[in-house]
């Protein structure tokens, strides 16, 4: 399946990545590439099987829904690129 | 006494414990050597200051009696790893200055192992290639180079940095993490030994997620030995991990018997693919006949959708990355690049952050996953992915171990290969099949190419069997005795 760079720029978005015009031609042809090269698994018969979520063969385990960690506010904000006072910020979304 | 370096981490802990050595001397030692192999770019964060007072401790440990199984022995850990106070960067510039405020398990527990880092070591950028050169932090060096041909080597990905300090003797063993060959190919293209045990051995907590469904911890070191060493001090079930194998670890040292008679070991067929190196070739029917030489029996065996996993491998890592990267976006860790809107610096954060192949992944990740593509792809790969790992299921009702080339070529130059994306994925052929099975796998140093670089032989086991696979790998390492080093290394 050839993508064409309307729909690579379309792949970017949702992906929320910013690719520059000069960079889509470039990337539509290698994406096409790789989706060509991935195409070959159609023609692998499987009409019976389940598809594989995971290869541990187990149920998910519960635990008790208590806290386990202390609270470490100050911690967690530290990596925050523009922390403010008790919160992470961004730009304003409601007008 | 010979020089310290010279000693494996196994004889490291002897001579620590009998004092002949001392911790202070044997990281003293390793610090040195990280200093002076720093032209291959093995490490992105270096903690030596750290590790030569840690050595303090466990001298006083040692002399008291309390020492742990790793006390005194210095290690480098692979910058996936989150580390407490120690700057985690995933090889990525989106995580440029990123401190964890808390420890992965497996680190944690080589701590409290005793095992003293040195430091976090470079890796291909979110653990995405085969060579290392997409890390943001430069590519890593190998200490190999090809006989009369002085060209930089790469060391094999993503966990190069792990695979080259080994190598290079800057560390004593290394932690790696594999999705799909990322433990075992670098150990094939430096010359040392690593094991990716079965998914759920080690705990993924506090891993930077590429793939959660592939990506598991593993060993690097320089024999079987010191990778069943390392990996015992790495495993076990973490509550933290839903997917940690409730199971007990058993002693994976004393597995090491040097007896494999009556064990049966199977070639898969599938995997004399044409157009296959006739060294690796050769070195493989070597392998066998240290095999045979030692008692075992050789069972052909087919693993009939072996061809497809490439391209399933190729549909499932993209995806679970794409999903598991979407957390960076400017806001909670990592670094931030404005926008007007939320979206916009959402957009402009991961343009700037991703390197090219990080990028070109969550792009095909992110079609295959989107609507009307997913069945087409994502659900069809995951199929595709429940035949791959029958055939190993039946394979094993034949046989007890696999055993195949680690990869389809010794290391390459940097700056071969690196124009086409899927060139540089076919690397994983030979490793891909079971990191899609999840089942335990390692390579061990056989022989060398025809210009003196090292080639791996790959071993597979069943589930939670790593203790077969380390056995056999102990016989056939020692039929090898691969004592090749890196010139000027």
């Known amino acids: ?95 | 006494m010979t020089d310290i370096l010279d000693l494996s981490l196994a004889a490291a802990r002897r001579a620590l414990a009998d004092r002949s050595l001392s911790a202070v001397e044997l990281v003293g030692a390793y610090a040195k050597r990280v200093e002076a192999t720093r032209g291959l770019n093995a490490f992105i964060t270096e903690t030596l200051d750290h590790a030569v007072e840690a050595a303090k401790t466990a001298d006083q440990e040692l002399a008291s009696g309390d020492a742990k199984p790793l006390t005194g022995v210095p290690i480098g850990i692979k910058d996936l790893f989150c580390t407490k106070g120690v700057q985690t960067t995933a090889g990525s510039a989106i995580l440029k200055g990123f401190i964890p405020p808390y420890e992965s398990t497996v680190t944690e527990r080589l701590a409290a192992a005793g095992a003293i880092s040195l430091g976090k070591l470079n890796l291909d950028e979110f653990a995405m290639g085969s060579s290392n050169i997409t890390s943001h932090y430069g590519p890593v060096k190998s200490p190999w180079t090809r006989a009369g041909d002085d060209r930089p080597l790469v060391p094999g990905g993503s966990s190069g940095g792990s695979a080259a300090a080994v190598a290079a003797r800057a560390v004593l063993a290394a932690t790696g993490t594999d999705t799909g060959g990322s433990i075992r190919q670098p150990a094939a293209f430096t010359g040392i030994a690593g094991i990716k045990p079965t998914y759920g051995r080690c705990s993924r907590w506090g891993i930077v997620a590429f793939a959660s469904s592939l990506d598991q911890a593993g060993a690097m070191a320089r024999d079987v030995q010191d990778c069943a060493i390392l990996l015992q001090a790495m495993a076990g079930h973490d509550p933290k991990d839903s997917t940690s194998a409730p199971l007990p670890v058993p002693d994976w040292s004393a597995a090491l018997t040097g007896d494999i008679r009556g064990l049966k070991v199977g070639v898969p067929k599938e995997y004399r693919v044409d157009g296959t190196n006739p060294e690796i070739l050769a070195l493989w029917d070597q392998g066998l006949a240290w095999a045979r030489d030692a008692g075992a029996e050789i069972v052909e065996v087919s693993l009939p959708h072996t061809q497809y996993a490439l391209a399933t491998y190729y549909i499932v890592a993209p995806a679970e990355a794409s999903s598991n990267l979407a957390r960076y976006d400017g806001v909670r860790f990592g670094q931030r690049v404005p926008g007007k809107t939320l979206d916009e610096m959402y957009e402009n954060t991961r343009g700037a952050g991703f390197g090219a192949e990080v990028r070109r992944r969550i792009l095909i990740g992110t079609y295959t996953l989107s609507a009307g593509y997913y069945d087409a792809y994502y659900l069809k790969a995951q199929k595709v992915r429940a035949l791959i790992a029958r055939d190993f299921r039946e394979a094993f009702q034949q046989v007890d171990v696999l055993l195949t080339p680690t990869a389809p070529t010794a290391a390459f130059a940097l700056g071969e290969k690196m124009d086409d994306p899927i060139a540089m994925y076919l690397n994983d052929v030979f490793t891909v099949p079971a990191s899609l099975a999840g089942l335990p796998a390692m390579s061990i140093p056989a022989g060398l190419s025809s210009d003196q670089l090292p080639l791996g032989l790959h071993l597979i086991g069943r589930p939670f069997d790593e203790a077969t696979v380390l056995r056999c790998a102990h016989v056939l390492e020692r039929a090898a005795g691969f004592t090749a080093r890196p010139q000027g290394y």
């Open chain 1, 1 to 95: 399946m050839a993508l064409d760079q309307k729909t690579v720029a379309r792949v970017a978005m949702l992906a929320r990545i910013k690719v520059t015009e000069a960079d889509l031609p470039g990337l539509a042809t290698e994406l096409s590439g790789i989706l060509g090269w991935i195409e070959q698994l159609q023609a692998v018969d499987t009409s019976d099987v389940e598809p594989m979520t995971s290869v541990a063969d187990l149920t998910l385990p519960m635990r008790e829904d208590v806290v386990t960690v202390a609270a470490q506010r100050d911690a967690i904000l530290a990596n925050g690129p523009e922390a403010n006072e008790s919160f992470f910020t961004v730009p304003k979304v409601v007008e």
